[in-house]
């Protein structure tokens, strides 16, 4: 077995970290007998079919046919390689990976995570200490942030000086160059250098789902510095940071939102951090820019989102801008628009919680808003064209979401029903014309835009069984000159994965006689010369050691889809079983490799069919079929 510097800490890092805990601060779950279940990132799911073990310490989609261990997960999740989520996950259970040769890149990520874990807490320092964050200090008082919430949020205060990073920094193997990249500093004109990009500002750390820092937000304060440029600013774009995905607080607001199953959004991260100081911990900010589809990816988990937004007509801009996006992710969109031009800060401080709380539950949903809106002061008897306005915004709305089925009666169906209705009455449009408008627009739209946008459909067929988990059929080429005998060798190299999983001591029997090179499909040929490591390295290949030995997520992909089969369907004489099965795999094997460049692809093909053909008839073997 080729030396893994890895083995062992592999291992330990597997029983350090909880696979549940791990998703679960991603995603909610929800416990469902053995196991938990939650939204699919990955797809658009809106019926949880995202499954996670904690027996095995594994996850799988049936839906997708995606599954693996903590590590595919983090590394589908963050998009990063093994090496990458393994030292994420080394990290998380306080393992050290020194010594052990983890990569340049996975390094050179780490020390990114670890120069702003670093900058966060010399900012959060200097603003509890330094004699000139006073200004920032009153500036908190000022908007009621508590002190609790300073440390809770690990706020900080950059000085007013040009390099006062960089001066702190020379003590630390952090170069300008490194800080650079990680957003803190930028680069002057010409080249000459660097400044502190957040001199003079308030600092607010901007966390990932993992609660490490992957930038910065800014405010300026006043009475500090000269008071020119943004009163806000992010750190730019780097290999960390990127706004259009991340939201501020939802580390914090992330076991919040799975017990009450809602999300609070809103629009500054004052806002947020008061919200919390009330009570309400499930809510989240955004950083300094309209919510996009991968926000809405992040906060489909919660089943209600309430969108809170200032009441002046900025406010109700946005507003619009959001609800659709919501509305086609078919989401329980809720939009609070604040009385009397308020923010949410100084409602809270204002009125107090029970006043919010009142508001929050009676937020109407999107379609409402939209409704209210579109139709506000309008008088459909004299205002023809602005009727027709209102009519045809109000249609493109609900034409966002897919039709639904005849006889369906879901709370959305019902909704959409509703809305309907009113507009009949309000403008004295009948119902079939509605209708009939609104399936016009449905049909003109992309397909795409009526899922969302941006789902990941599964490629494969997903069959349900009553003896376990759906059953998710191997991934075999298809098509109307797909060859039939090809098929069959596939899923013959499947049901022989599955006999040695159920049966480990059985690979003994193919060793010496069946090399991995031989099996068609590469995740075949991959899990199968994972087994033959092990077993020749004295270790059984069951599924722990297997799960343990891979690093292709697609490979534990299939390990952890074949488990579930064998769980599900064990077989009953499996040592039989493999004896058939391998003469039928070697023979045919012998027969149609083209040893001869002469004979053509059909004469090969033709002598697989009769190998096995022979085989079935002598021995009474029945191949599993593929559907």
């Known amino acids: 077995m080729p030396l893994d510097p890895f083995a062992d800490v592999k291992e330990q890092i597997r029983r350090a970290v909880d696979i549940v805990d791990l998703v679960g601060s991603y995603l909610p779950l929800r416990r469902e007998g053995r196991y938990y279940k939650g939204l699919c990132p990955w797809h658009d799911d809106r019926r949880p079919s995202l499954q996670v073990n904690p027996e095995r310490q594994t996850f799988k989609c049936w839906v997708c046919d995606l599954g693996g261990d903590i590590f595919s997960f983090v590394m589908k999740k963050e998009g990063v390689d093994f090496r990458e989520a393994l030292g994420m996950l080394a990290e998380r259970a306080g393992i050290s990976l020194a010594g052990r040769g983890g990569g340049q890149h996975s390094d050179d990520r780490r020390r990114l995570y670890q120069a702003l874990a670093w900058a966060e807490d010399e900012y959060h320092r200097a603003l509890l200490l330094a004699p000139e964050a006073e200004?920032?200090?009153?500036?908190?008082?000022?908007?009621?942030?508590?002190?609790?919430?300073?440390?809770?949020f690990r706020l900080g205060f950059a000085p007013d000086r040009w390099d006062w990073l960089q001066h702190r920094a020379r003590e630390t193997s952090f170069g300008p160059e490194l800080l650079a990249k990680v957003g803190l500093l930028a680069e002057r004109r010409g080249g000459l250098g660097y400044y502190d990009r957040f001199k003079g500002r308030l600092i607010f750390p901007i966390r990932d789902a993992l609660g490490r820092p992957v930038g910065m937000g800014g405010r300026l304060v006043p009475g500090v510095g000269d008071g020119e440029g943004a009163k806000y600013i992010n750190t730019p774009e780097t290999p960390l940071f990127a706004k259009h995905r991340l939201l501020y607080g939802l580390d914090q607001a992330r076991e919040a939102m799975a017990k009450t199953r809602a999300a609070l959004v809103m629009e500054g991260y004052t806002d947020c951090i008061v919200a919390h100081q009330f009570g309400f911990a499930n809510a989240v900010a955004v950083l300094g820019t309209a919510l996009g589809e991968r926000h809405v990816q992040e906060l489909r988990a919660a089943e209600r989102v309430v969108m809170v937004l200032d009441g002046d007509e900025a406010g109700r801009r946005r507003a619009e801008q959001i609800l659709e996006l919501f509305v086609a992710a078919q989401a329980d969109l809720r939009i609070l628009t604040l009385p009397d031009g308020l923010d949410p800060c100084d409602f809270l401080q204002q009125?107090?919680?029970?006043?919010?709380?009142?508001?929050?539950?009676?937020?109407?949903?999107?379609?409402?808003?939209?409704?209210?809106?579109?139709?506000?002061?309008?008088?459909?008897?004299?205002?023809?064209?602005?009727?027709?306005?209102?009519?045809?915004?109000?249609?493109?709305t609900l034409a966002r979401r897919p039709a639904f089925g005849p006889g369906v009666a879901s709370a959305a169906q019902l909704k959409e029903d509703q809305i309907l209705t009113r507009l009949m009455l309000r403008f004295g449009v009948s119902e079939q014309r509605l209708r009939e408008r609104l399936r016009a627009m449905r049909q003109a739209q992309p397909a795409s835009?009526?899922?969302?946008?941006?789902?990941?459909r599964p490629s494969g067929r997903v069959t349900t069984s009553t003896a376990g988990p759906p059953r998710t059929h191997a991934r075999l080429p298809s098509g109307p000159h797909t060859d039939p005998a090809l098929r069959r060798?596939?899923?013959?190299?499947?049901?022989?994965?599955?006999?040695?999983?159920?049966t480990p001591a059985l690979t003994s029997e193919v060793f010496h006689e069946l090399h991995?090179?031989?099996?068609?499909?590469?995740?075949?040929?991959?899990?199968?010369?994972?087994?033959?490591?092990?077993?020749?390295?004295?270790?059984?290949?069951?599924?722990?050691?297997?799960?343990?030995?891979?690093?292709?997520?697609?490979?534990?992909?299939?390990?952890?889809?074949?488990?579930?089969?064998?769980?599900?369907?064990?077989?009953p004489q499996p040592g039989a079983e493999l004896r058939k099965l391998k003469t039928v795999l070697l023979e045919a094997e012998a027969e149609v490799a083209p040893p001869s460049h002469t004979a053509s692809e059909e004469e090969h093909l033709a002598a697989l069919q009769r190998v096995i053909h022979r085989e079935r008839t002598r021995q009474g073997i029945s191949l599993p079929t593929d559907g």
């Open 449 to 456: 835009s009526l899922a969302g946008g941006s789902a990941t």
């Open 135 to 152: 200004a920032a200090r009153r500036y908190l008082a000022e908007r009621g942030i508590s002190e609790q919430s300073v440390r809770r």
């Open 489 to 502: 060798r596939l899923l013959a190299e499947r049901w022989l994965l599955e006999i040695l999983l159920q």
């Open 516 to 571: 991995p090179r031989q099996l068609r499909d590469a995740r075949h040929a991959a899990l199968l010369a994972a087994a033959y490591d092990l077993y020749a390295a004295g270790l059984p290949p069951d599924f722990t050691h297997l799960l343990d030995a891979l690093e292709d997520p697609e490979v534990k992909s299939l390990l952890i889809d074949l488990d579930a089969e064998c769980k599900a369907r064990p077989l």
């Open 351 to 396: 009125r107090g919680g029970e006043a919010f709380a009142r508001l929050v539950a009676t937020a109407p949903d999107a379609l409402e808003h939209r409704f209210a809106l579109a139709t506000q002061g309008l008088d459909g008897a004299s205002e023809t064209h602005a009727a027709n306005r209102a009519v045809e915004s109000v249609l493109a």
